[in-house]
């Protein structure tokens, strides 16, 4: 037995605390095994929230939204914080004072920026414009990849969810964070006449939405007649209102919405990333309505990372059957994962899971379902 990077104890089996059951398939890190998980969520969500709180408490971030009767009222998101003057919201951008709730994640935001030559490493590559041409010549500049073109990465560093297998944590710690307060019209004006796509990602857009919206209004006012898409990794949990306005410049641009679906069941999703899904939901089969009003390049893609143990065939099926529902031609990303910050005593996923879950996928209705990040596919097992 030893430690893990985070000082936390690591064994060759765990021992769920739950079920007192060992497992050595997976990892100890999230505290309870995924079946105690899904069916004996009230005896879990201690040991669950303990383990969320600490991987907060390491990077000094609020434990929990701050819920003051008398704060301020923050609705960017599904936690809906009320902070007190001494409070800062679950994704530490804002604090209670009048002028953090004006201007920051608004009209200016910790935000880091650089050109990505297409085609990039997008999770949504495969059937986007910038990788494929889809749209062309409407919204794209060739009828192939864009080589010769960039996309202007825009990278939050705020997140309002927790993930335990976060592949961007670094942006917590002040001494590794690379961002600075930029105001919007500083990223606008990076845009060039090589720039053919804006792709905001972090950490989350979610939390500094209306300044990412504002960035794409200015520059696509000043190049009314030229191909600039606007695209979006997110967690999908932002207010209504938001979201609406990110799906009518995505569907105006040519842009893709990329949803990360992280998990069906509200407890898995709650033990990986410290939150329910069901804003998540909600928001994507609000998008999906759109879907039907431009096939190409598509307008909403999904994503899942495939978690050992966590989220195997039986989630990545459910959650199939969701988008299937909606619409069976939107585009679906399995992605193989690695071991990675408070996740990092966990294996790869084994080939045996990825092909179980694409077949999955399949099954379940998706006509378009692809296997990402091959190079951390393990061996058979």
């Known amino acids: 037995m030893g430690l893990n990077n985070w000082g936390r104890k690591r064994a060759n089996r765990f021992v769920c605390p739950v079920c007192n059951e060992q497992h050595g398939e997976i990892g100890s890190t999230v505290g309870v095994c995924p079946r105690c998980v899904r069916e004996r969520w009230k005896e879990s969500r201690r040991v669950v929230e ?32 009320r902070m007190g003057e001494s409070d800062r919201g679950y994704c530490n951008v804002r604090n209670g004072s009048a002028e953090s709730m004006r201007e920051d994640g608004r009209t200016r935001a910790r935000v880091s920026y650089y050109y990505d030559p297409l085609p990039t490493n997008c999770v ?15 919204y794209a500049h ?17 997140c309002n969810f927790n993930c335990l297998y976060c592949q961007n944590w670094s942006f917590k710690e002040p001494k590794q964070a690379v961002s600075r307060w930029m105001s919007f019209e500083e990223i606008a004006h990076a845009v060039n006449r090589k720039t053919s796509c ?49 799906a009518e410049i995505s569907m105006e641009s040519g842009g893709t919405i990329k949803v ?22 909600e928001n994507f089969a609000l998008l999906a309505k ?20 966590y989220v195997e065939a039986d989630e990545v099926g459910n959650l199939a059957a969701f988008i299937a529902g909606l619409n069976p031609e939107i585009p679906y990303a399995l992605l193989g994962f690695a071991p990675q910050f408070y996740l990092d005593d966990f294996p790869t996923t084994s080939r045996a899971q990825a ?21 951390l596919i393990g061996a058979r097992s």
């Open 50 to 81: 303990a383990v969320h709180m600490e991987s907060r408490r390491i990077f000094r971030l609020p434990p929990f939204p701050p819920a003051a009767p008398d704060g301020v009222f923050c609705n960017l998101c599904m936690h809906q914080c």
């Open 124 to 138: 949504a590559d495969w059937v986007c414009a910038g990788g494929t041409g889809a749209g062309y010549p409407t």
């Open 142 to 158: 060739l009828k192939g990849t864009e080589v010769g073109y960039y996309n202007l990465a825009v990278f939050f560093e705020a």
């Open 198 to 246: 804006i792709c905001y990602f972090g950490g989350d857009p979610t939390p500094q939405l209306p300044y990412a919206l504002r960035v794409s209004e200015k520059a696509r006012r000043e190049r009314p007649n030229e191909i600039l898409r606007i695209c979006w990794e997110t967690n999908g949990s932002m207010n209504h209102e938001q979201l609406k306005r990110m």
């Open 260 to 281: 990360d679906l992280k998990a069906w069941n509200p407890h898995i999703h709650s033990a990986l990333c410290g939150c329910d899904n069901q804003r998540v939901l």
């Open 290 to 309: 759109w879907v039907p009003q431009r096939p190409e390049p598509p307008f909403l893609v999904a994503s899942t990372l495939l978690v050992p143990g």
């Open 355 to 375: 092909e179980s879950c694409v077949e999955a996928a399949k099954r379940a209705g998706l006509r378009r379902v692809r296997l990402g990040n091959h190079h």
